[in-house]
Structure formats: C-alpha cells, structure tokens
C-alpha cells in the first residue's frame, strides 16, 4: 500500500467520491429542496456570502493569518451554519481546530474534505502534527511525507520531518531536508540553524560551521553563535569561536557563551583567561560532570600516557575489542565450509578469505550474491556479526553471524526466519542504521567509517575512553598545563540519571516495540530496564551503572561481589531510611531471584535480567 492509502486507512479518511456525492445531497437537504434545486440553490449560497463585509469565511481566513485561531473558528463555524458543505470553511475550521491541539476534531474535519487527495500540504502538516501528539508514529511520519509532495518547499512540513527525523536519531535523513528548508524564502536562518545542528551530531565540525556561519548571518540568535562556537571548538579553531561569541561575551551575562570562551582560551593556552571566564561562568561542566566538551579527540592512546593502568585494564575489556576494521579482518577465523542457512536447507553462505578482506557468497535457489565484509561488530565474547557491501554497493547487516555458546555460525538476532530472495545475503542498512551500529561499537562513528585514518579516535580498537569521557583535546591541555578545571567528561560524579542515559546510548532499546516488558528482547537493554526498577527510583539518583560496574573492566562473573552490593541495602544490619532486608533470604542468593540469567529470549545469548523486582511464581 502507498503512502496516501496508508495515511487514509490510518486516519480513517474517506473516499473523494462518496464525500462528494453526500456533499451534493447536503446541499438540498439543508434548503428543503430536491435534487433539481441543488444548483441553483449553491448559486443562490455563494451570491449572498460574496457581498463585500458579509463573508465569514473571508474574516476567519483573515484571523488565522494572524494567528487568531478561536477568531478563525467561530467565523468558519459561522459560515458552515448558513453554507453546512461549504468545504473551504471545513477546512478553515479543521487548520484552527488543529492548531488549537483538538486533533481528534480536526482529524474528523480534514476526513470529510474528501480524501487524502484533497488536503494540501498544510491540511497535511497539520494531521501529521497531530498524529505525532498521539504517537502514531508512522501515520504522522506519511503526512509529513505527503505534505512535502504537495509543496516541497512547505517550511512547516519539512521543519516537521527535520524534527521526526532527528527525535528518531536520523541526522543523516534529516540532513538533505533541512538543507532544502534553508534554500526556502523565509527560513533561511532555521534551516541553516538545523543544517548546524545535525552536522555537529553527524561528527563534522567543519560542515557545521559552514551552515551555522550562515545562520549567523541571517539571524544571529544567541543559540546560532553558541553553537557556531561549539562547531569551531571541535575544528581546533578557538580564535574563530571566540569572534562568533563577541557580542554574547560583551554582554557578559549567558553563562554557556562564557563558559565556551574558557575552552577557547584552553585551545590557546590563555591560562589567565581561561580562569576569569570559568569564573564568570560558575563553570557548568563542574555542575554536570557528563557535560560533553566542544574539543577535537585524541585518541585512546593519547590517554595512556598519563592513564596507563586504566588504559590497560580497559584494552583488555569486552568494550575495547567491539570492532574490527579492514585492516584486522585477518584475525578472524572462518568457518571450513559453506554454512547451511538455518531456515532454508536450499541456501548455502561461503564465506572465505580473499586477501586481506572476507568475502561472502549467497546461494540461494533463484541467485547467488556477494558482499564484501567492512566491518566485523562484536567482542567475540558472545558473537561476531560482518557488516559488508554487495554488488551494487548497499551496506548490509549479514545474514550469518559467529556465537560463542558452542552453535558456531547462525542467523544474525533479528534477522527474519524466511526473508525475501535478495535479503538471504543480508538486511540492507540505511546511512543512519549503519551509523549506529558503528556509534555502539566504536568510539566515533564517523571515524569508524573513515578509511583514511586521519583521525586519532580512528585507531581505538572498539570503544575507547572518549566514547564516554567525551573528547579529550581539551583534557590533555588543561592537564599539562595544571589547569584548575580537567576540562573532561567524568560520568562518576554525575548522579543516576545522566550516567543510565550515558549507558542507554547503546544499552537501551531503540525500537519502541522492545521496550515493552513483554518483549523477549527487553533483558538486553540493561541501562532501560534498571531505571524500572525500585532500587533506582527510590535511590535518589545514588543507585545506576556504575554501583555495580566498573566500565574500565569486565563485568565481574561473581554472584557473591554482586550480592554484597545488595545487601549493603538489603540486610538487617544495613543504615538509611530506605534500607529493607529480604524476607525470604535476607542474607544470600539475592540475584537468582530478583536477577536472574534469561537464557532464549535471545538467541544464543544469555542476558541478567536488570529489571530487579519481587517475582511472582514461574509459569
């Protein structure tokens, strides 16, 4: 089904047809007269409603350009009372009901226009608004899509999708459609404003710079020459970013401008500067410890100069070994032969060395594929999925993965059971799908997917320290020169709700269906599920990851050290108000039951349900 038909069965629009057959029959029905009269009597309706000072509807279209929206209704209610089927006054009234926040009102008026075929782009903006507060997701996502095809250059409607698109972690689809929105007449400075923003997320400095000078240009707001700051700090060029906050910094009083101003002076080894803004400032990154530096990345081994233990400890962990590039690929052992496809005993994957690279072959009973691996994901601790490209260049998450619990090479988790011919090979990934495999297992996805090696986070081996600490260019600064503030991201000190954001940026769901707790998948995302739980909520923001893991190493496998953890809490000896002991065993075996390892509802994978709560009986 196409976009339109989607949208009309979602929305319960009705056919153009039948609206206007009950249109015409409106008409005589409402003047007491026969099928005969209608014509005469629709001629007689518009005569009387044309006199100049006696139109309604003209009066409500007015309010609504100015933004009147109770005016514009009652003056298109007034209209349809005297004309019930006049459909420009439905309309009016459907846009004032929809800007009012009555979606389910407008909703029913926009149906009776007569089709998705008879709204405009903005009758669709307005509907696609709409279904978005209701969180119809998909539904608001093809009114969107329709309102662009109406009128591509409808700044509503591409501000709408640029929105969509960067709530739902898109930036890479978002992008060519702000860029649009900034070519508009009107919305210059907003769609550069947004180019800036996504370019800054998508890891280019200098792309966003370009987009937020213009903004600048156009409309220099506070916010475009604080993120134009941000985009020139990440670039190296502090004297830049400091020309950009010149007019905030006069004024002296936007904290975040002055506080911007201190890195800039950090880049340039102003010492004395650097201080006196901070001060001025109240320093908001000591206020929020996970505050992210506006600095270029250094490198994982720009850190172990001066952090060797810990540099150590964390290369020897799960997280650093998350992702092979081209270049190590030749450390992976391949299986002897092709492998069966689990589901179809008529499909065979080979998959062999060629080179330096790995090669996979598809043979399926219609055609064969190939792809060539790019990347391999997975610490192989618990398994190993390629990415690679095919014969026509489209990256593709493989079909066939590696486990570790002794089944060797199955169908990658996700993947459907009985896929069409061409998706045996493997699921095709969008920019923005592919960004976030890399965003998950390497410390900067945009480095990851940056053959050249020209920047220093390109060498980290998976997840490095600035994954999480954030961009170091800043910290070795301040550091070697004995600068008060470390100018560094430390997760520790924030409190619980920012360092399980922190983690949920790849330990939460990102599909909405798997945050339900009836959903196998649901134990995998750690991060989500703990925030669910008592411990967390009535902890005051004391209890998150990093209680009960250090993310420098791996995951202690000792029930006893997770045990002690619980019952320094829950144990009739343990201090604080909030302190309870465990009725049934108050002294031992806390994770059996209120943790316990979920084994199938991920394949081939194991996972701590973090979800603590009082279980009922096992089914």
Known sequence: MDVSGRLAQGCGLSDRSVIMARTRRRIGWALGLGAVGVAAATLVVAWAWSRPGADPLA????????????????????RLRAAPDDLEARRLLARAAARQGRDAAARSLFGRLGGVEALRAEDLYLLGAGLLREQKNDLALAAFEQARAADPDHAEALRGLVDFYTRHDMPTAALPIAEHLARVRGSEAAGALAVGRLRLDLLDPAGAAGALRHAVETSPTPEARKLLARAWLESGKPAEARSALGPLLDAGSDREALWLASRAAIQQGRWDEAAAALKRARSPGSDEPTWPEPAPYVGAARCAECHAAIHKSQQASHHAETFTPPGRLTSIELPGRPVVDPADPGVSHAIERRGDGIVVTTKTRAATYHATVDYALGSGDRGLTFLGRDDDGVERELRISRYNDGSGWDRTTGHSTRPADDQYL????TADSLRTCLGCHATDPAAAADRSGARPESADRGIGCEACHGPGG????????????????RPARDEGARVLALCGRCHAPRDESTADPNHPFFVKFQAFTLAKSRCYTASDGAFHCLTCHDPHRNASQSAAFYEQKCLSCHSPSAAGPKSTACPVNPSRDCLSCHMPVVKGAVPHTPFTDHYIRVRGPAP
Do not use: C, M, S, T
């Open 59 to 78: 009066a409500g279209l007015a309010a609504y350009e100015r933004r009147d929206w109770p005016e514009a209704a009652a003056r298109a209610r007034e």
């Open 426 to 429: 493997g699921k095709a990934l």
């Open 474 to 489: 800043h910290h070795v600064r301040a550091a070697a020169a004995k600068f008060d503030d470390l100018a560094i991201a």
